[in-house]
């Protein structure tokens, strides 16, 4: 019974340490604290700032930007990457009516802090010339966006408001950014592990008896 007992309670380790070396989510951000995950440019200053939502008000914190950039203004301070290549990518994107038509919020990742860009969403008139996944539009709304690709290496979260002619800073708001791997198991719940075990356990007295 000893015997059994304790395979099981190793099946049972096994099982959470397989698990929990996966997490289905890389990384997170309503930007109701701070910007300490974030930088600028190869690690210099950044214009993006946290501000209360347009809609909302003070109920909710949001990214905004006090100028418009090119080729990235904020980035993860971290990278990241993953096993299969895969990463699903979702956010909330209001954008105001801007005063130039092609600017507005640009989100992609980029290789480094700055020197490489690979953009998936952004103002509509880029859809074609830059290859993105998804437009988007200054409806005055929040849009929440998804988006699957595939990348095969390291890489960090870029985010800016587009430099263009006549754009004016701060017309561009995000929020809720998460990062995930969508081939990935999330780690259960510590009930479930429990149930796991106790069941486990179960097995081990039931193979006892007989």
Same mark, same amino acid.
């Given at each position: 019974?000893?015997?059994?007992?304790?395979?099981?309670?190793?099946?049972?380790?096994?099982?959470?340490?397989?698990?929990?070396?996966?997490?289905?989510?890389?990384?997170? *951000?309503?930007?109701?604290?701070?910007?300490?995950?974030?930088?600028?440019?190869?690690?210099?200053?950044?214009?993006?700032?946290?501000?209360?939502?347009?809609?909302?008000?003070?109920?909710?914190?949001?990214?905004?930007?006090? *100028? &418009?950039?090119?080729?990235?203004?904020?980035?993860?301070?971290?990278?990241?990457?993953?096993? @299969?290549?895969?990463?699903?990518? @979702?956010?909330?994107?209001?954008?105001?009516?801007?005063?130039?038509?092609?600017?507005?919020?640009?989100?992609?990742?980029?290789?480094?802090?700055?020197?490489?860009?690979?953009?998936?969403?952004?103002?509509?008139?880029?859809?074609?010339?830059?290859?993105?996944?998804?437009?988007?539009?200054?409806?005055?709304?929040?849009?929440? &966006?998804?988006?699957?690709? @595939?990348?095969?290496? @390291?890489?960090?979260?870029?985010?800016?408001?587009?430099?263009?002619?006549?754009?004016?800073?701060?017309?561009?708001?995000?929020?809720?950014? &998460?990062?995930?791997?969508?081939?990935? &198991?999330?780690?259960?719940?510590?009930?479930?592990?429990?149930?796991?075990?106790?069941?486990?356990?179960?097995?081990?007295?039931?193979?006892?008896?007989?």
């Amino acid at each position: 019974m000893k015997r059994i007992l304790l395979m099981a309670i190793v099946v049972v380790a096994v099982a959470f340490s397989s698990i929990q070396s996966h997490a289905a989510i890389m990384f997170q *951000e309503n930007f109701e604290g701070d910007l300490s995950a974030w930088t600028g440019k190869f690690g210099g200053d950044y214009s993006g700032v946290i501000a209360d939502d347009p809609i909302m008000g003070s109920a909710n914190s949001v990214l905004t930007f006090t *100028e &418009v950039a090119s080729k990235g203004d904020i980035f993860t301070v971290n990278t990241f990457n993953s096993a @299969s290549d895969e990463f699903r990518l @979702s956010f909330d994107y209001l954008g105001l009516e801007s005063s130039c038509g092609d600017g507005g919020g640009f989100i992609g990742f980029s290789e480094d802090t700055g020197g490489s860009n690979y953009w998936l969403a952004g103002t509509e008139a880029y859809t074609g010339a830059l290859g993105l996944v998804y437009p988007l539009q200054d409806t005055g709304e929040w849009t929440h &966006v998804v988006i699957d690709f @595939s990348f095969p290496g @390291s890489m960090h979260i870029m985010i800016e408001d587009f430099l263009r002619p006549l754009v004016v800073a701060g017309d561009a708001f995000f929020d809720n950014i &998460v990062l995930e791997n969508p081939q990935e &198991v999330p780690v259960p719940e510590p009930a479930t592990l429990l149930l796991l075990g106790f069941g486990l356990i179960g097995i081990a007295g039931g193979m006892r008896r007989k």
